[in-house]
């Protein structure tokens, strides 16, 4: 568990895009671990934590893409029913605000990756810890 940098990114909701985002972090040898994606009628805003995020966004800039970073969250958890439970029960106790969650996990892994993006990251880590 540890806090890390998510970057948002401001996208074109057209065919292609997100192949070219991940055709210019390639080149660049970054590697993606969590996306996610949500979008408007006209844009899509991008979600990611990456394995170099001062070097994505500068290659993000460097394509005029608009980049904004934040501290998330990131949880590798047990796959099992009631993890994510125990998670928001302790973050809850603590007064701390979950804003948005993402993660994913195959089916018959033992273990997953969730990002929080949550209102306190450092008093969100300390109550996951305790």
Same mark, same amino acid.
């Given at each position: 568990?540890?806090? !890390?940098?998510? #970057?948002? &990114?401001? #996208?074109?909701n057209r065919p292609g895009t997100l192949a070219r985002v991940c055709d210019a972090l390639a080149e660049n040898k970054i @590697?993606?671990?969590? =996306? /996610? !994606? /949500? $979008? !408007? &009628? $006209?844009h899509t805003v991008m979600r990611m934590v990456v394995s170099d995020y001062r070097k994505a966004?500068? *290659?993000?800039?460097?394509?005029g893409t608009l980049v904004v970073e934040d501290d998330? #969250?990131? =949880?590798?958890?047990? @796959?099992k029913p009631? %993890?994510? /439970?125990? &998670?928001?029960?302790? #973050?809850?106790?603590?007064? =701390? @605000? &979950?804003?948005?969650?993402?993660? %994913?996990t195959p089916p018959d892994a033992k273990k997953g990756l969730? =990002?929080?993006? *949550?209102n306190d990251a450092k008093k969100a880590l300390?109550?996951?810890n305790t």
């Open positions: 568990m540890q806090i !890390t940098k998510q #970057l948002a &990114i401001f #996208l074109e @590697n993606i671990y969590a =996306v /996610s !994606t /949500s $979008d !408007t &009628i $006209d966004i500068h *290659v993000f800039e460097a394509h998330v #969250l990131m =949880v590798e958890g047990s @796959n009631g %993890a994510l /439970s125990a &998670i928001a029960h302790k #973050l809850a106790k603590a007064k =701390v @605000n &979950i804003e948005y969650a993402y993660c %994913a969730l =990002v929080l993006r *949550v300390k109550a996951l």
